[in-house]
Structures are given as structure tokens and as C-alpha cells.
């Protein structure tokens, strides 16, 4: 089928011979040399047939900076000719102007694959003679457009023919399958929508909205984007908007379309409106913006995020900041000398007479603003045409010159004086050898990875912001970085510009009020709490929370064990030493002083479940536990205040103790504190009405808890720590017996 349609389309050598001239000519300059690169470059940006006949076509709408673009691939190529980096082997190039239209660049990649085609197809027809030399493309670099490369690239394909792109990221030429032969020097829109998806984390937005295009690039791109915060927690894609892959405003369609987009936009919510469409599109949508006065926090594609049509737009600051995701981007060496010297030399340069006759008249200045603070069209004639380069563009497509010339080096194997095979090689051998390709230029490293897809990040930039200019970076492997000062301000802010809430108080949680994605915060349900500022859901109550009787058992069960054990250490009284001595298991203490609570416990809680009860208070309300029964209640307290109190006694009969145990006395502090705080407690908290009875018990609980953990622990602490010359077995037996020998109690010794 290829072979047919192609076999159509050489048929008639009009649609291949050169255009006739015209004002606004797609531009094609060729080179010869031993091995020709081509090149496919937008330098117009939209196509004028005349129909019936396909046959001369015209271009609209001249894009200087991407004719600048087209002359990086020629400048790279001659520095390899002049720096001999391919011993006896000369580069030269096939350059068009594809207008950035599709059928057009089909033809020119038709024309540069003709020698390459397989002999086998039997179909193709005989062609005239001609005095321009037969095409021996081997590589193609371009085009700019995801939509043009994925068309492209179906041509290469049948010849097998390398093709790698500067700035062509749609996800669906990662797939193989579909185009083997196209790699690229510009990371795919994966890794940007990733890109975006952690600025927006970052900066704590919370609403956004996708304005994308019909074609490959913006399809897949804003489909992306959705994909991403749909996997966010704290991110709502507020609208979807999706424009025409050309947006034509002659047309009444395109005008109601691009005024439903602007009324979409003014009653959004959203914090951050994403434009992922080409520039040409962006342009209407922002003019229309402003004309609107719709100011919003705008986030830049990579296809327009440094584009200075865009930031010179009148009256584009009265809109809001801009925030963009941007190639990586470094000074080739030496290409601002070589456009300057195509100004210098403009009497003489043909390429030069292009650009004359396809870029608008000069606006007249006085000679005093002859400076780069002029537009473009201004500074044709000036060197500061220098300073509307594309130096991202600039340096993937030098990066892509040296990835072939990278891959020719291996193939002829080079040594920097001699290749050993000439050139006699074809494109797919060549192919092979670029998909290998593993080298570093200017700091740049690059590799391809089996989808023909680099790793090499993205500059954060921004404009009409207080931080201007490249921000930060996005590495391949997730991290962003950006200034610590800017993520913080944005962290902070708790209300969006139009009133949505972020975070909410206490008792509040944050719910969707009418609109798609905003919030605001709104009281917690019934059985549901927010004990935190700042949260944003609340959560179910948990069931039993009224086990604080059972805990508090355990410890000063746990204090009288060790009490009991100190005072039968030290008690030699012939009437209750004996009883004593048989009691003092501590193990066997504690499982019974705390059963008999766990006891209480249950039969409290399969009985007479305590339950949650709330009371309103103003505009907010109290949630509190409900005892139910207010005697088993009173059992549990009874039983703790029972264990306190022998505790405390027998912690009083043991300060007479030696020295070495004088935590006794301590722990009759801590006991004596525990009686009172729940003696003072009880009757509060079961005839007390009020928003502060929870807040009494837990002041209870906490002085209770820490009494007992200070009396008891740190003087154990103290000796473990600062006298360990205590904490010994000997010290201790040593310590006793000197005790009883001075109360005139003979010890033996074993």
C-alpha cells in the first residue's frame, strides 16, 4: 500500500519540483556533501493553497525565531566540517520550510527518502533528468510539531531512515511499533505532565484547569495532566477545555468556541489555568484574556513557555503571573557570532534575503532605541536579533547534529585522523548506531532509552511574578527544586482567591459546597471528629476510648507490688512477718489487683456500654463520653482510689526505710497527689454539667499519670544513671545488713 502511494505521488514531478518564488516561499536550502542530513523546520506557520492545483503553495504567517532555529542545524554542521570531527568525510544538508503543515512535510520527507527506498518495490516510475544533485539523506532532524513529526515519521519509516526531533513530545511516538525509526532530543510529554503535576503539588494549588488541542500533542498531553491529578489526593481538574488544533478566527465556529472557553474560564475556581496547545493557539486565548481582563495564575507548556510573542503581548502583565515548564536550556558557543554575522553580511547571504523578504516591515525607531529592549520586528536590522534565540530549541537541535555525527564516528569507525569504511553505508545500519548513541555535550548527557526518549529534565521559569525568569529545575527522577522562600509563601496560603478554604479549625472538616472543586469547611457529622487544626477530614469516632481505669489499675498495681515487696524486705515482726512473706509474689499481686478491675470493666461495658454524646455550644459542639451507668462508673474510680490508698499507706510505713529505698517517701507524695486530684474529681465529674467536665478529666488522668511516673521512676533513674555503684547485687546485700547489725540484728553470712 506504501509502495502505491508513493509510487502516486512521484507520479506527478510537479509536487516535487521546486515552488515557484513568491513573497512568502517555504524556504529550502541544500548543501551537498558526502553524507546529507536533513532538515524539516516550521519557519511559516501556516499553509495558503490555491486550489484546484496543490501545486504552488504559499505560507503565512513568517516565524523568525524558528528561521533562526533552521540555521543552528547549519551552523552545527559546518563547525563539524571545519573542527574535521569525520576525517575526509564532508557533512551537508537538506533544509525545508514545512509550514508546519502536514501534506507539505510529507512531500519533503517523500523527497529526501528517494534514494532510499527499497529497489524491491517495482513500482516506482522513471524520473526526468535533472541538474540538482540526487538526495543521499541518511538522518532527518525535525519537525517541531508533534502532529507534523508523527506524520514524518510514517514516511521514514519505509526507508528506514533515523529521524530525530527538537521539540516534537507527544507520548505516541514512544510507541515502537508504530514509528521504530524516530527519536528525539527533547523529553516526552510523560515526563512533562509528571513535571507539571509536582508544580502544582509544590506551589499548593488546589483547582486547576486544562485548556488543551485537538491534535497529538495536546490531546495526549492535557489527557495526561487529568491522569496525574486524578492520582492526587488534593487536586481537582476543575475543567477540561479542548480547542481546535489550528484555531482559526475567521470562522464563526472558532469564535464561539474560543468565547465559551473565556466564560469557562471566568467562572472557574480554578487557582491555575494549564495551556498545553501550540503557541499559535495560546496566543488567541491569551489576547482574548486580556482583552477580557481574566486575571489568573497561567502555566506554560514547553512549546510557548519561553516564546516572546507571548511575553510581548500588550498588556499580557494586567493578567496575572506565568509559570512555565521549559526545555533545558544552554548557550551553544558561537552561534550569537554567527547570526550576527549574518546581519553583517546580509548583502551577500541568500539566507539572509530570506528573512528580509519574509519578515514584516521594520517599525521606525529613533536611533537612540536601536537597543534589545525593541520588539522583534524592530530588531531585524540590529545585532540584537541575537537575543530572540531559542536556545532550548538551539541546543537540541545541536544536540541532535552531534548525535549523528556521534553515531557516523562509530559506524566508519573514526579515530580523529582517518575513517577506516566510507560511506558507503545505509540508513539503517546508521539508525542502529544512533540508537546506541551514549555521549555528553556542554554538560548535557544524553542516551536514548528503548523508546528512543531522553532523561534530561526541564527548567522552571516564570514572568509578571516577583521571581522572574528560570526559577528552578525538574530532575528525571522526580525532585523539583524550587526557592525554599517562594514554596513556603505558597504552602501558607490557606483561602484560594475566590474563597475556598484549604484548611479548617477544630471540630470542621472540608466539603465540596455546590461547585466542582471548591471547599469549604463545614461542621463534622454526628459520630465524627477533627481534633486537629488544619485537618481536612474528619474521622469516626472510635468505639471504647472510657479504658483509662484499666490502664490506671495496672500502674498502681504494679507500685504497691514493689511497695510490698520493700516493706516485707525490712519487717522481722514475729506476728505478720510470716502472712507477709507469703503474699509477697509481685507477679501473682499484680494479675489479681488488676483482674478484679478488668472484672468491673467488662461487665460495665457488656452491660452498660458507654455511648458518645454530642452538645451543641454556639457554632460549635461538644463531643463527650456518656458513662451510662454512673455506678459501675463509680466502682472503677473506687477501686483505683482504694489501691491509692494502701498503696500510700504502705508507701508512709516505708519512709522510715533506709536510705538506700528512700523512693518511698516519694511515692507517699505521688499516692497523696493521686488521692486528691480524684477525691477533688468524682463529685465533679458525675454532678457536673458543663463544656469543661472532659477537659477536667483529662486534666485529672494527666496529673495522676505524671505524679506517679515522677515519684516512682525517677529516683530509679537517678541511681541507674548517676550512681550505678548502688545498682548492685552486693552493694545491696551489703547495704542491708548494715542496716539490721545497727538495729542489733545479727545477719549471717553466706
Known amino acids: 500500500m506504501w509502495c502505491f ?12 519540483c521546486t515552488l515557484p518564488a513568491a513573497t512568502h516561499q517555504p524556504l529550502h536550502e541544500y548543501s551537498d556533501g558526502d553524507v546529507i542530513i536533513g532538515g524539516l523546520f516550521p519557519i511559516h506557520l501556516q499553509p495558503n493553497h490555491t486550489f484546484p492545483s496543490s501545486r504552488h503553495v504559499s505560507c503565512n504567517e513568517y516565524h523568525f525565531q524558528q528561521f533562526l532555529a533552521a540555521q543552528m542545524m547549519i551552523f552545527a554542521i559546518k563547525r563539524v566540517n571545519q573542527r574535521r570531527a569525520l576525517p575526509d568525510v564532508t557533512l551537508g544538508y537538506d533544509v525545508y520550510d514545512t509550514c508546519g503543515d502536514v501534506s507539505l512535510a510529507m ?29 543521499r539523506v541518511k538522518a532527518v532532524i525535525g519537525e517541531g510539531s508533534s502532529e507534523v513529526s508523527i506524520a514524518v515519521a510514517r514516511i521514514l519509516t519505509l526507508s528506514s531512515i533515523a529521524q530525530i526531533s527538537y521539540a516534537a513530545t507527544s507520548e505516541l511516538l514512544s510507541k515502537k511499533a508504530k514509528f521504530p525509526t524516530f527519536l528525539r532530543t527533547v523529553n516526552s510529554d510523560v515526563l512533562q505532565t509528571k513535571a507539571m503535576a509536582e508544580l502544582v503539588k509544590t506551589f499548593n494549588w488546589w483547582t486547576v484547569g486544562i485548556v488543551g488541542s485537538d491534535d497529538e500533542y495536546g490531546k495526549y498531553g492535557s489527557d495526561g495532566l487529568e491522569d496525574q491529578f486524578n492520582a492526587m489526593d488534593n487536586v481537582c481538574v476543575d475543567f477540561k477545555f479542548i480547542l481546535p488544533a489550528h484555531l482559526d478566527l475567521s470562522g464563526s465556529k472558532a469564535q464561539k468556541q474560543l ?42 507548556s514547553d512549546t510557548w513557555s519561553n516564546s516572546s510573542d507571548i511575553k510581548e503581548l500588550p498588556g499580557i502583565e494586567a493578567i496575572g503571573p506565568f509559570f512555565g515548564i521549559a526545555f533545558k536550556s544552554h548557550i551553544v558557543e558561537g552561534f550569537a557570532d554567527y547570526v550576527s554575522s549574518m546581519v553583517e553580511e546580509k548583502s551577500s547571504n541568500p539566507l539572509w534575503e530570506y528573512h528580509k523578504l ?35 530549541l538551539s541546543l537540541n537541535i545541536y544536540l541532535a547534529v552531534e548525535v549523528i555525527v556521534n553515531a557516523l564516528s562509530s559506524l566508519m569507525k573514526c579515530d580523529g585522523e582517518k575513517c577506516q569504511r566510507n560511506t558507503s553505508f545505509t540508513a539503517y545500519e546508521l539508525l542502529n548506531e544512533i540508537k546506541n548513541v551514549n555521549l555528553t555535550v556542554n554538560d548535557t548527557h544524553i542516551v536514548f532509552d528503548d523508546n528512543g526518549d531522553p532523561m534530561l529534565g526541564y527548567d522552571i521559569v516564570a514572568w509578571n511574578s516577583p521571581s522572574s525568569g528560570t526559577i528552578g529545575e525538574y530532575l528525571p527522577g522526580g525532585k523539583i527544586n524550587l526557592p525554599p522562600s517562594l514554596v513556603a509563601t505558597m504552602a501558607n496560603v490557606t483561602f484560594t482567591a475566590f474563597n475556598c478554604s484549604k484548611t479548617c479549625p477544630v471540630g470542621q472538616e472540608l466539603k465540596k459546597n455546590g461547585m466542582k472543586c471548591c471547599k469549604h469547611c463545614i461542621v463534622c457529622s454526628d459520630g465524627y471528629v477533627s481534633s486537629e487544626i488544619g485537618t481536612q477530614n474528619c474521622t469516626k469516632c472510635k468505639e471504647g476510648m472510657p479504658l483509662f481505669g484499666i490502664a490506671f489499675t495496672l500502674c498502681v498495681s504494679c507500685v504497691l507490688a514493689n511497695l510490698l515487696q520493700i516493706f516485707v524486705c525490712f519487717t522481722f515482726s514475729q506476728n505478720m512477718g510470716g502472712w507477709l512473706r507469703k503474699v509477697n509474689q509481685p507477679p501473682a499481686v499484680v494479675a489479681i489487683l488488676f483482674g478484679v478491675q478488668l472484672v468491673l470493666c467488662s461487665i460495665w461495658l457488656a452491660c452498660f456500654p458507654p455511648s458518645l454524646q454530642r452538645e451543641p455550644h454556639k457554632k460549635a459542639f461538644e463531643l463527650k463520653c456518656d458513662p451510662t451507668s454512673k455506678a459501675l462508673f463509680g466502682a472503677v474510680l473506687s477501686y483505683v482510689a482504694l489501691l491509692a490508698v494502701v498503696s500510700f499507706l504502705f508507701a508512709f510505713k516505708g519512709k ?8 518511698a517517701s516519694f511515692v507517699t507524695i505521688g499516692m497523696l497527689l493521686v488521692l486528691v486530684v480524684w477525691i477533688i474529681f468524682i463529685p465533679v465529674y458525675l454532678f457536673g454539667d458543663g463544656v469543661y467536665t472532659e477537659a477536667i478529666k483529662a486534666a485529672a488522668v494527666l496529673v495522676s499519670s505524671h505524679s506517679m511516673l515522677c515519684c516512682h ?38
Request: glycine residues 4%; contains cysteine; charged residues 20%.
Open 259 to 300: 468565547t465559551e472557553l473565556m466564560d469557562t474560564i471566568g467562572n472557574s475556581t480554578a487557582e491555575a489555568i494549564i495551556l498545553f496547545t501550540r503557541e499559535s493557539n495560546v496566543k488567541l486565548v491569551l489576547e482574548a484574556a486580556i482583552q477580557m481582563n481574566l486575571n489568573r495564575t497561567w502555566i506554560a
Open 656 to 663: 522510715k526505710l533506709p536510705d538506700l529505698y528512700k523512693n
Open 5 to 16: 502511494l508513493l509510487c502516486c505521488v512521484l507520479w506527478f514531478p510537479g509536487l516535487l
Open 358 to 392: 519574509n519578515h514584516p516591515p521594520c517599525q521606525s525607531a529613533p536611533q537612540e532605541k536601536l537597543n534589545c529592549s525593541l520588539t522583534a520586528s524592530q530588531c531585524m536590522e540590529t545585532r540584537c536579533l541575537v537575543h530572540y534565540i531559542f536556545w532550548d
Open 107 to 135: 512531500r519533503m520527507a517523500l523527497n529526501m527518502s528517494i534514494d532510499q527506498l527499497d529497489p524491491q518495490c517495482g513500482l516506482l516510475p522513471g524520473r526526468k533528468p535533472s541538474s540538482a544533485p540526487d538526495p
Open 713 to 750: 521512676l525517677v529516683p530509679k533513674c537517678y541511681i541507674m544513671v548517676f550512681r550505678k555503684e548502688l545498682n548492685d547485687e552486693k552493694a545491696i546485700t551489703d547495704y542491708i545488713r548494715n542496716h539490721f547489725e545497727q538495729k542489733g540484728i545479727n545477719v549471717l553470712k553466706s
